[in-house]
């Protein structure tokens, strides 16, 4: 919670200090499930206030904040920062090993995103570093996404591919020598690593000012990841559903 908190610290000031600019906000609440890769994890709902702003040259997406550097019609070419919620607490597995471990905390991620849009579709891409030096790690990601409207309905179905430096594995999945000693594990120091996913995002307009939305991703994971002795699932994902007032 505290990164949260220091997350919103940093949000506010920088849409504080862009404030003279005209913009649209958006508030609402939403709920999160995210399954959790770790053995002996069970899987939670997190609620999730939404807070977004967009302007001419800075927008904060809830837990992500950017500034543009570029922007068109069909081009977007962003500076982001975001707050990466992946995170190991060794008294919240259930497998007595799993609790010998070291914790690994979440962080804050900052890079670049590029989007560009077209009549056949949209490619979206962004590149990431860990700011506060706890997995010194890199992450890419690139996704295709084909965005159609039905009456009040939206969807933009997408497929995709992220990237984590063997650094970002390392501390999120890799065990060393003392953890190995404490929990009977075989120590683990995985690669770089590229995982697939499919996503969908849906939205429905209730009225000019209200949308309510649905989105959902489906991440295969690569060996790197699965076969960690941390890992028991062969898969990661998402569901986030909530409505937002644009005012």
């Known amino acids: 919670m505290s990164k949260l908190k220091t997350l919103a610290i940093i949000a506010s000031a920088m849409v504080c200090a862009h404030s003279a600019q005209a913009g649209n906000w958006s508030l609402g609440a939403s709920a999160l499930v995210s399954p959790d890769p770790y053995r002996g994890y069970q899987d939670r709902v997190y609620p999730v206030p939404i807070i977004n702003y967009d302007g001419d040259d800075f927008y904060f997406h809830t837990l992500l904040a950017g500034y543009n550097l570029w922007k068109d019609q069909q081009n ?145 994971l690569d060996s790197e990841v699965k076969d960690s002795p941390m890992v028991d699932k062969s898969y990661t994902g998402m569901l986030w559903t909530g409505v937002t007032y644009t005012f």
Do not use: C
């Open 76 to 220: 977007q070419l962003s500076l982001i920062a975001y707050y990466a919620p992946l995170h190991y607490k060794p008294g919240d597995s259930d497998d007595d090993r799993m609790k010998q471990l070291d914790k690994r905390r979440s962080t804050m991620m900052a890079g670049v995103a590029f989007t560009h849009n077209a009549e056949w579709g949209t490619i979206r891409t962004a590149f990431s570093g860990d700011m506060l030096d706890n997995s010194n790690g890199l992450v890419g990601d690139i996704a295709y996404l084909y965005k159609f409207q039905v009456d009040s309905w939206s969807f933009a179905p997408g497929i995709g591919l992220n990237w984590n430096s063997s650094n970002q594995n390392q501390y999120y999945y890799g065990i060393n020598g003392d953890e190995s000693r404490r929990s009977t594990f075989d120590t683990y120091k995985p690669s770089d690593s590229w995982s697939p996913y499919v996503e969908l995002t849906t939205n429905y307009n209730i009225n000019a000012n209200w949308n309510a939305f649905l989105t959902g991703r489906y991440t295969r």
